[in-house]
C-alpha cells in the first residue's frame, strides 16, 4: 500500500508558475513510477507527466516544454514544476504511484490539489 499526499495548488495568473509536490510513504519509493494527472473540470482524468524509477520522463503534448516532473528518492518524492501556465492547465491534479511486480501493476492515488488559473 502506498500513500500519497499533495499540496502546493493554488490560484495563479496565466503566465505565472507553480510547484507541486506529492509525498509517498509505504513502499520502496524509488522502485515505483510516479505521475501527475490533470483533470479539468467536467473532463476525464488524463496523463500530465510521468517519471520512471531510472529517471526517464514523458509529458502530454500540450504540457512538454512549461511543465517538469523530478523526483527526489531520498525524500519519497516527486514534483511538478509549473511554468507559463495557461487557463487550460485549471483542474485538479493528482499524484500517483504505480508499483509493478511480477504478474501486476497497482495503482494508488492521492486526493488531489486544485490548481486554477486565471486568464
Known amino acids: 500500500q502506498v500513500r500519497l499526499v499533495e499540496s502546493g495548488g493554488g490560484l495563479v495568473q496565466a503566465g505565472g508558475s507553480l510547484r507541486l509536490s506529492c509525498a509517498a510513504s509505504?513502499?520502496?519509493?524509488?522502485?515505483?513510477?510516479m505521475g501527475w494527472y490533470h483533470q479539468a473540470p467536467g473532463k476525464q482524468r488524463e496523463l500530465a507527466a510521468v517519471?520512471?524509477?531510472?529517471?526517464?520522463?514523458n509529458y502530454a503534448d500540450s504540457m512538454r516544454g512549461r511543465f517538469t516532473i523530478s523526483r527526489d528518492n531520498a525524500k519519497n518524492t516527486v514534483s511538478l514544476q509549473m511554468n507559463s501556465l495557461k487557463p487550460e492547465d485549471t483542474g485538479v491534479y493528482y499524484c500517483?504511484?504505480?508499483?509493478?511486480?511480477?504478474?501486476?501493476?497497482?495503482?494508488?492515488w492521492g486526493q488531489g490539489t486544485q490548481v486554477t488559473v486565471s486568464s
Open positions: 517519471i520512471h524509477p531510472s529517471g526517464r520522463t
Open positions: 500517483n504511484a504505480v508499483s509493478v511486480g511480477p504478474g501486476y501493476a497497482s495503482n494508488f
Open positions: 509505504g513502499s520502496d519509493f524509488s522502485d515505483l513510477i
